[in-house]
């Protein structure tokens, strides 16, 4: 797929994700559009190996969302890449509906993994990652975290754990946004130095911008060369693609009004005619 | 049900709990390749160091990584495997409940959680060692299996049982030798209670290794021409209810036993179901309302109310309670 088509797929699932939000009244829309070009280059860049017909198939990749309040961007890219229909996604958040809030396996099996509670997923992954060695498996495991999630004790566990055992079939993925419910990632807590603790635990860093997908497919492909477990730092930026979203803590989490909604569509559309 | 010569105490051959689960979980890697060992640094304590020296490319050693522990455990139940993750309940499933609770139970992983600590039967360590909270919070955890053996021989089944049920456990053993006095052919299932003694005027439900304790206070009530049932309670939840229900209509008075807070745990599992079903007059045995402390465990056991004799006071005073009520 060319790099024109993954950005008219990453710009319709920044209006899905708009859409879903507004519908739902709640949600979190700087996160969720923050990471669309990761989850688009991943499920739509070949990256990825799934098959939405056969949502468990034993040789598939796996993905692991571990910022799950993201999890409306997943739901948008799952379902144009064949999961689900398209229609359930205005159903978001709402009584009986599969897509919760945060990930629900149970509810959704087409998800690797339940989430949202943060500082969870990287060593699930390593888990999923461990097994795979042991069973003789050749599937990858890609973990998209946040920055912020950085702070959780867990995360520091798990990047001990990944190196110790010398995973090379597992990514992390940092989608550094660079914002967090009260605040900046650099000045709540450690959020200077995440590069460095990661490469002082003894993982690879990649450093690329998380909205170009030229950086992100150098840098999977880059992965896959390196015999231990690789950080892709994405510097993004937090509610990319709607001007009044972009770089506010405050749309970390919130609906945008019918004004608001439309005006974002329209900045949305307008992009998308430029492509 | 009960081996010959049981009250003989001193005659009785002493193991502990945790020894039943590292036999048991022994013979099951042999069988099942996908079983394997997660391990918080504490190999020899937990009882899976046998499982270590023949499986080494099944023992995951963890660290002291607790809360990557209970994930790691996640990850690999949903790749397929059968995680027994173990450790001091202090710790595990303590100290890294939101794991456990958000990335094993709420993905229902058929991870095992194991506990080769808890109780102040811990004895020495000392109360930050000694789990009494655990049954509380894990039984509150939705769809969670609670299981905890009476002794080495229950262990080894429950263990095995376990592995076979396919979803979240957590295996509550202990630490100290405490007597053998189950027959290795009695069954054991999920969700079933057994009555180890006939009785008419009182039933002592409890679970863990006290059920010994409470044994020998019935045997001693008996002098006093007191007959109290005993009901091994092993499956906390789900809980057997047929069985407590047939036992409270049966006896009318109902005295729980477990080393354990009494706040949350077995007895209000049985309180809970017993006050909505048929209720009776009920006491608790268990810890009230305080931390352990270091100290031989049986020693502990008469400190904090929880052997033989204390068992017998509180079934007299629920017939006094009964007498009162009718």
């Not at chain 2, 019935?218 to 789900?238: F, Q, R, T, W």
């Not at chain 2, 007059?281 to 904090?304: H, T, W, Y």
């Amino acid at each position: 797929m060319d790099r024109i088509q993954l950005k008219k797929i990453a710009n319709q699932i920044r209006q899905d994700i708009i859409e879903m939000i507004a519908e739902a009244g709640s949600g979190h829309p700087g996160g969720s559009l923050s990471i669309v070009e990761i989850l688009v280059s991943l499920y739509f860049g070949g990256i990825l190996k799934y098959d939405p017909q056969n949502p468990h198939w034993e040789e598939r990749d796996r993905f692991i969302l571990s910022k799950a309040h993201g999890a409306p961007a997943l739901y948008a890219v799952l379902s144009r890449a064949g999961f689900f229909d398209k229609s359930e996604l205005l159903t978001l958040r709402k009584i009986n509906s599969r897509l919760q809030g945060h990930t629900d396996r149970i509810k959704l099996p087409c998800l690797e993994t339940s989430g949202g509670a943060l500082g969870q997923g990287l060593s699930i992954g390593i888990g999923i990652a461990l097994a795979a060695l042991y069973q003789k498996k050749d599937w990858q495991v890609f973990v998209l975290m946040s920055d912020a999630e950085q702070e959780e004790g867990s995360t520091m566990e798990g990047m001990l754990c990944a190196v110790q055992y010398k995973l090379n079939n597992l990514v992390g993925i940092i989608d550094a946004n660079r914002f967090q419910i009260d605040g900046r990632v650099d000045e709540i807590m450690g959020g200077k130095t995440i590069k460095e603790r990661y490469l002082a635990f003894g993982w690879e860093v990649i450093e690329v911008d998380g909205h170009s997908f030229s950086e992100l497919f150098d840098a999977f492909e880059k992965s896959k060369t390196i015999k231990k477990p690789v950080c892709i730092f994405a510097n993004t930026i937090k509610g990319k693609g709607v001007s009044f979203m972009e770089n506010k803590a405050k749309w970390h989490s919130g609906a945008p009004n019918k004004e608001e909604e439309k005006f974002a569509l329209m900045e949305l559309k307008k992009e998308a005619e430029g492509l | 049900m009960l081996i010959e010569n049981w009250h003989q105490k001193e005659k009785l051959e002493t193991k502990g709990t945790r020894d039943g689960f590292g036999d048991a979980i022994l013979e099951l890697g042999e069988q099942n390749p996908n079983i394997v060992i997660l391990c918080a640094d504490l190999a020899e304590s937990t009882r899976t160091m046998n499982f270590q020296q023949k499986f080494p490319e099944r023992f995951f050693e963890m660290g002291i990584t607790e809360q990557n522990m209970a994930l790691v455990a996640a990850g690999m139940a949903l790749s397929g495997l059968v995680p027994f993750m173990c450790s001091f309940a202090v710790f595990s499933p303590i100290g890294n409940l939101t794991q456990i609770r958000a990335s094993i139970a709420y993905n229902q992983a058929n991870v095992k959680i194991v506990s080769s600590h808890s109780g102040i039967s811990v004895g020495e360590d000392g109360a930050t060692h000694q789990a009494t909270e655990d049954i509380a919070i894990m039984r509150a955890i939705p769809g969670m299996v609670v299981l905890t053996p009476c002794d080495f021989e229950e262990a080894k089944k429950m263990t095995i049982a376990a592995a076979k049920y396919k979803g979240p456990v957590y295996l509550r053993f202990e630490r100290p030798k405490t007597p053998v006095f189950t027959k290795k052919e009695n069954p054991f299932e999920i969700g079933k209670a057994q009555i180890l003694k006939d009785g008419k005027d009182v039933a002592i439900i409890t679970c863990g290794s006290l059920v010994y304790e409470a044994l020998l206070a019935a045997k001693d009530l008996e002098k006093e021409g007191i007959y109290a049932m005993i009901v091994n309670n092993p499956s906390i939840k789900p809980l057997d209810k047929s069985t407590i229900l047939e036992v409270a209509k049966k006896t009318k008075a109902i005295i729980t036993v477990e080393d354990h807070q009494i706040e949350g745990g077995m007895g209000s599992a049985i309180a809970e179901f017993i006050s909505q079903n048929f209720p009776v007059p009920m006491e608790f045995v268990g810890i009230e309302d305080s931390f352990g402390e270091s100290g031989q465990f049986e020693k502990l056991r008469a400190k904090f109310h929880l052997n033989s004799y204390f068992i017998k006071e509180k079934v007299k005073q629920v017939l006094k309670k009964g007498r009162v009520n009718s």
